[in-house]
């Protein structure tokens, strides 16, 4: 019987904000399991700052962009070989889409990359298809998948499998799959949520991990707790703005790392609150760089509506940084609130502000919350155990 070969297909990779997919690849592969890795799109260079993201970039086999040639290959090559599994493919990615002109015309190139795929993972030898985060890139795994006669399986996050579009072919996705390894008992419950109970024995909750030795550590603090630090992507759901409310009457800084599309809005709310010379925007660091900032701060703030799992809270709790999350999805799974953290009601900034006040002026509190933090990341986070769920379902037990 040959060894399983997995392919890990993701929409883009290696990127800055994917190290856990990539922390997640190398400790099955240490377990013994072959992984491929497959990127829809190649990565910017912006991606490719860290040496492991750019070991990864160079073992990594990319969709796109493509020469016309190798499209036009696979796809004749297909239609004479195989013209029935071509059409019902293409029926198939037309039905799995959102409504509308705009996504029948995404839906052609979803086919059209899968098609191509599909070669790359027969030349390959694949025997299973695995897919992080339910959203373009999974359509485009598990059409690859269905026409190269594989099984096919993907890692739930958070919001953005969920929410429109990629919410409305979730449910479809979940049935398709062989079996769905959900980040937190939450995404599980709305992989439920959109399945028939015929299906629900398939989901199962996986942890995303961290590899704790490369981790820095916290220096020793006195004093108050003074520097603040939000890792998040600059957009709507992560809720900066209202972060700024609850720190603006504080005796505290705040330095934000991460880029995005509201940057703009945040520096005029800045202005606005009179905190230019309390609030250091970092912009996207590197993974080194990110964890560094962490470690050099004296709290850590995620103030989002909504989550998956945040490795963010996760590194900082590891790191030895008292954490604030709001009390969202998957956050109180990984924080109980004045055990290993403090949790506030979201979208509630006085709450938010009485936590960080309370932290800053306890000390001893803050201690408390990260040794026991740390032991809570020993216990359910660290990637070589976190993995082993996976090793089992992709048969390297």
């Known amino acids: 019987?040959?060894?399983?070969?997995?392919?890990?297909?993701?929409?883009?990779?290696?990127a800055s904000s994917h190290t856990f997919i990539r922390r997640e690849v190398d400790s099955l592969r240490r377990h013994g399991v072959d992984i491929r890795t497959y990127s829809v799109r190649r990565p910017s260079p912006a991606e490719l700052k860290a040496p492991e993201d750019k070991a990864s970039f160079d073992t990594t086999r990319f969709v796109l962009p493509m020469r016309i040639a190798t499209l036009l290959?696979?796809?004749?090559?297909?239609?004479?070989?195989?013209?029935?599994?071509?059409?019902?493919?293409?029926?198939?990615?037309?039905?799995?889409?959102?409504?509308?002109?705009?996504?029948?015309?995404w839906s052609l190139f979803h086919f059209a990359e899968a098609v191509v795929l599909a070669h790359l993972l027969r030349q390959d030898g694949i025997t299973h298809v695995h897919n992080h985060f339910a959203n373009a890139g999974a359509t485009v795994g598990m059409l690859?998948?269905?026409?190269?006669?594989?099984?096919?399986?993907?890692?739930?996050?958070?919001?953005?499998?969920?929410?429109?579009?990629?919410?409305?072919?979730?449910?479809?996705?979940?049935?398709?799959?062989?079996?769905?390894?959900?980040?937190?008992?939450?995404?599980r419950a709305q992989a439920m949520r959109v399945t028939a109970p015929a299906h629900w024995h398939k989901f199962a909750t996986v942890r995303c991990g961290l590899d704790l030795p490369r981790l820095p550590a916290a220096p020793p603090r006195t004093g108050a707790r003074r520097e603040i630090v939000c890792v998040a992507r600059l957009s709507a759901e992560k809720g900066h703005l209202g972060l700024l409310d609850a720190i603006a009457p504080l005796d505290v800084t705040l330095t934000l790392v991460g880029d995005g599309p509201m940057l703009g809005e945040i520096e005029a709310a800045v202005a606005a609150y009179g905190l230019a010379d309390r609030v250091r925007f970092a912009g996207r660091l590197d993974e080194a760089a990110t964890l560094a900032a962490i470690a050099r701060a004296d709290l850590l703030v995620l103030p989002s509506?909504?989550?998956?799992?945040?490795?963010?809270?996760?590194?900082?709790?590891?790191?030895?940084?008292?954490?604030?999350?709001?009390?969202?999805?998957?956050?109180?799974?990984?924080?109980?609130?004045?055990?290993?953290?403090?949790?506030?009601?979201?979208?509630?900034?006085?709450?938010?502000?009485?936590?960080?006040?309370?932290?800053?002026?306890?000390?001893?509190?803050?201690?408390?919350?990260?040794?026991?933090?740390?032991?809570?990341?020993?216990?359910?986070?660290?990637?070589a155990t976190a993995v082993l769920p996976l090793v089992r379902r992709f048969g390297k037990d």
């Open 144 to 187: 690859a998948a269905r026409f190269a006669g594989l099984p096919w399986s993907l890692t739930l996050h958070g919001i953005s499998e969920t929410d429109y579009p990629a919410g409305l072919t979730l449910g479809a996705k979940l049935e398709a799959a062989d079996f769905a390894a959900c980040v937190s008992w939450f995404g």
């Open 1 to 14: 019987m040959t060894d399983p070969r997995i392919a890990y297909v993701v929409s883009q990779y290696p």
């Open 73 to 105: 290959g696979a796809h004749l090559r297909a239609i004479t070989t195989r013209p029935g599994a071509w059409f019902t493919l293409l029926r198939l990615a037309l039905r799995h889409r959102a409504p509308g002109a705009k996504a029948m015309l």
């Open 305 to 383: 509506f909504m989550e998956g799992l945040p490795i963010v809270l996760m590194e900082a709790m590891a790191i030895g940084v008292p954490v604030v999350g709001s009390r969202v999805a998957g956050v109180p799974e990984l924080i109980e609130d004045g055990v290993e953290g403090l949790l506030f009601r979201p979208g509630d900034w006085d709450d938010l502000r009485r936590a960080i006040a309370r932290l800053r002026g306890e000390p001893d509190l803050g201690d408390r919350l990260a040794i026991a933090a740390r032991a809570k990341v020993e216990r359910e986070f660290d990637i």
